[in-house]
């Protein structure tokens, strides 16, 4: 390896299969913060999210030997994803639903853009937008939200998806059709939001 190159996924995995947990806890600091928030959009509680992030770790970490290659971050979100939707029955709770605003101001957000304007009213249209939009998703079931956010926010393909879950790719297809479709009635039923959301991004 070059110096000053950060080994490869593959090369990492290879050292943490041989039992070298720096390795290993190389891919935890690459991915922690792409698996966390896989968790609080499909969960929607930061404590939830926590919980079911550091299972997915240590449910990784003994099924590594069992990895046989391909996309590690696939593969990890994965089990994530899965680990969401144990946490998510182990507690129980269909109203586990916190405010999102923190959740959804860390990176690779789907409703937040940089805003270089000033400005009391195109910051208070951008707030009352998202919340919007964090409210609708959270309201999708746990299923359609899922197929949903890897699709339009970690731009999985659907048969990505359906690997990823265990469902059949028809299904994955109607859990996007559905769960797009009530986001959609969402924002058709606020159209003053809509049209300042579509200011904000001229």
């Known amino acids: 390896m070059e110096p000053g190159l950060e080994p490869s996924d593959e090369r990492l995995v290879l050292f943490a299969k041989d039992g070298n947990l720096d ?12 698996v966390y928030n896989l968790c ?30 391909g996309s590690f971050r696939s593969w990890l979100l994965r089990i994530a994803a899965n680990e969401s939707k144990d ?6 709770r269909k109203d586990a639903v916190s405010s999102l605003e923190e959740i959804f101001d860390r990176s690779e957000s789907p409703v937040e853009v940089p805003d270089h304007r000033e400005g009391a009213d195109i910051l ?6 998202r919340e919007m939009l964090e409210s609708a998703v959270q309201q999708l079931p746990f299923e359609q939200r899922q197929a949903v956010l890897l699709v339009d926010l970690y731009e999985f393909q659907y048969e990505e998806v359906a690997q990823m879950t265990g469902a059949s790719l028809g299904t994955i297809k109607s859990r996007i059709h559905r769960g797009r479709e009530r986001l959609r009635k969402v924002l058709l039923a606020r159209p003053e939001l809509l049209a300042g959301w579509r200011r904000l991004e001229e």
């Open 87 to 92: 946490e998510l029955r182990r507690r129980k």
């Open 23 to 34: 390795a290993f806890n190389s891919l935890v600091d690459r991915y922690q913060a792409a």
């Open 124 to 129: 208070f249209e951008r707030k009352e937008f």
């Open 40 to 69: 609080a959009r499909l969960l929607g509680n930061r404590e939830a999210a926590e919980d079911a992030a550091q299972e997915a770790f240590l449910s990784a970490y003994h099924a590594l030997s069992r990895f046989e290659g």
